[in-house]
């Protein structure tokens, strides 16, 4: 019995040693072998060694937070159109990038986007990669962000805005509070898209703290997406067991999830019903025809993309200017003299604004600078391949777009590229101007995906400059590191500390 049941066991053991050997070689060759295909499938497209065979390349730069300047640089030594993974390529022409999300365009969104649901089994204008159904959920959308009348919830979060720098953020001779600006903004963009969403704010001003961890939260979860994007086919996990127990749930006490809920109650409270109409986004997406599903769910979507992205815009922007002594004096000069002609209210109008030259290209070239959206937003080549740049592409290649690559592009702005000089915008010949204008307006995407909250993004761009440099004087606290941003998807910053005192 002894030495049948040793036998037994040691055949047992040779059984699983032989099983796991087999199963290694058949897993390495399986690697290999896709590896292989992978090469020799885009094999003809120029790029660096390891992008052909692996997403080594692309892991690799997006941990190091600096994917974006890698982007850069790939298409200044290879061209125009460059594989950066197995089945992945960047392309920095601008006709290629609006070519490929052009209306009637065969090109549909990338894998990645599956990313874009909320919940599992609820698609967002974000996540729909099928063209018909986006396009019936976006026309929805798209009437309903132009129609309510959005600036009233923008005016009264600005002043909430300047009512918290006032009550604790003003320095004086005697006194120093310093503030971590990226953190206020990003409260003032919660509590707008709050506001316009539900007509009633999040609370972040008011309370001035980060309700429910909501960023520490965001600022962890951005890098983890950013490297799901790098490897697309992650995305199908993402849904699926145990990936989905990570997901931001309508229940949580904390992040996302706390904000859904948030969101979740005000829906559900004007659907009832006796629900008194009210004139704010989720008004417009009732009107519109939203199911109750699409309208929980388009509001939800909107939220990280409609703060992270004005966030930024508006602290790179504002960072450009303190760093920028003349540019800063100028724009003060213009809002001063607009101001004593009597041509400016409180809070700013958006067509005020519009009528400020020198705001209208310090604003551009904030956007120009430091481009809000950083991810790849690849897009798929449709059944058949394409011809790009005179290279083959096959179908189900995912292009990449690198939007800091093209508003970096000394072709197209000159050797100047990297500087911020708002006086660009002023100097340029008409034709030139329609060119940047149109390069710096692909920082919203393009055709049927072009940004649906551009017009919000503008306004509150238009309006807080304006608003700001009218009261305050700005000075940075560590000049050396004026801000800790590193890339991920959007941008991650912390650590912009400005010492805000009041104006004579
Ligand atoms: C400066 C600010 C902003 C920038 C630079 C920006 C940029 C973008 C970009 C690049 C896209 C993706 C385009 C593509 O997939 O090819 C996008 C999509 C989108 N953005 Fe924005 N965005 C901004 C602000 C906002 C705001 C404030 C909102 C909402 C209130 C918003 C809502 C959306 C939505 C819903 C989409 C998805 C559109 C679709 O897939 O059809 N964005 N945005």
């Not at 037994?8 to 290694?24: E, F, I, Q, V, Y």
């Not at 204008?125 to 009233?152: C, I, P, Q, Y």
């Not at 020198?358 to 449709?382: A, C, D, T, W």
């Not at 000394?410 to 050797?415: D, M």
Request: aromatic share 10%.
């Amino acid at each position: 019995m002894g030495t049948n049941g040793g036998f037994s066991a040691s055949l047992h053991g040779l059984t699983t040693a032989t099983l796991a050997t087999h199963g290694a070689v058949i897993f390495l060759t399986v690697i290999l072998a896709r590896g292989l295909w992978s090469w020799y499938r885009l094999r003809h497209l120029p790029g660096p060694f390891l992008a052909f065979v692996s997403s080594i390349w692309m892991v690799r730069k997006a941990l190091s937070g600096r994917f974006h300047e890698h982007r850069r640089d790939v298409p200044r030594e290879y061209g125009s159109l460059v594989r950066i993974g197995p089945n992945d390529l960047i392309s920095t022409d601008t006709n290629v990038l609006r070519m490929m999300s052009a209306v009637r365009s065969p090109y549909t969104k990338g894998i990645f986007y599956e990313t874009g649901r909320i919940i599992p089994e609820e698609n967002t204008v974000v996540s729909l990669r099928n063209d018909a159904e986006h396009r019936a959920l976006r026309a929805k959308m798209g009437t309903a962000n132009e129609g309510f009348g959005f600036g009233a919830g923008i005016d009264r979060q600005i002043l909430e805005f300047v009512k918290l720098i006032d009550d604790k953020y003003l320095s004086t001779p005697t006194e120093y509070r310093p503030v971590q600006f990226f953190q206020k903004v990003s409260f003032f963009a919660l509590d707008v898209i709050g506001d316009i969403s539900f007509g009633t704010a999040f609370g972040y001003l008011s309370q001035d703290e980060d309700l429910y961890r909501y960023h520490e939260i965001n600022d962890e979860a951005l890098p983890v997406m950013n490297i799901m994007s790098t490897m697309p086919w992650l995305a199908s996990f993402l849904y699926k067991w145990p990936f989905n127990t990570m997901l931001p749930k309508e229940g949580d006490r904390v992040g996302f999830g706390r904000l859904m809920g948030f969101a979740k109650s005000c829906v559900t409270e004007r659907l009832e019903p006796d629900a008194r109409p009210r004139k704010d986004m989720t008004q417009a997406f009732i009107n519109s025809g939203m199911t109750p599903a699409e309208l929980t769910q388009q509001v939800f979507v909107q939220i990280i993309p409609g703060s992270v992205t004005t966030t930024t815009a508006i602290c790179m922007t504002l960072l450009c200017l303190i760093m920028s002594p003349s540019a800063y004096a100028s724009l003060r000069r213009e809002i001063d003299a607009t101001l004593a002609s009597g041509r400016l209210s409180s809070p700013v109008t958006d067509l005020e604004s519009r009528s400020m030259p020198y705001l209208q290209s310090v604003i551009r070239e904030g956007l120009r600078m430091y481009p809000p959206v950083l991810g790849l937003g690849s897009k798929q080549v449709p059944r058949g391949g394409d011809s790009i740049n005179g290279f083959f592409v096959p179908e189900g290649t995912q292009i990449g777009m690198i939007f800091f690559g093209l508003m970096r592009s000394t072709e197209l702005w000159g050797p100047d590229a990297d500087v911020s000089r708002p006086e660009r915008w002023l100097e340029a010949s008409e034709d030139d101007l329609r060119k940047m204008k149109a390069a710096v307006d692909m920082d919203f995407g393009s055709g049927k995906y072009q940004c649906l909250g551009k017009p919000i993004a503008m306004m509150e761009l238009n309006k807080i400059f304006v608003e700001l440099l009218r009261r305050y004087d700005f000075t940075i606290v560590n000049p050396k590191t004026p801000i800790k941003a590193w890339s991920a998807i959007f941008w991650v910053a912390t650590d912009f500390w400005l010492r805000v005192t009041k104006r004579p």
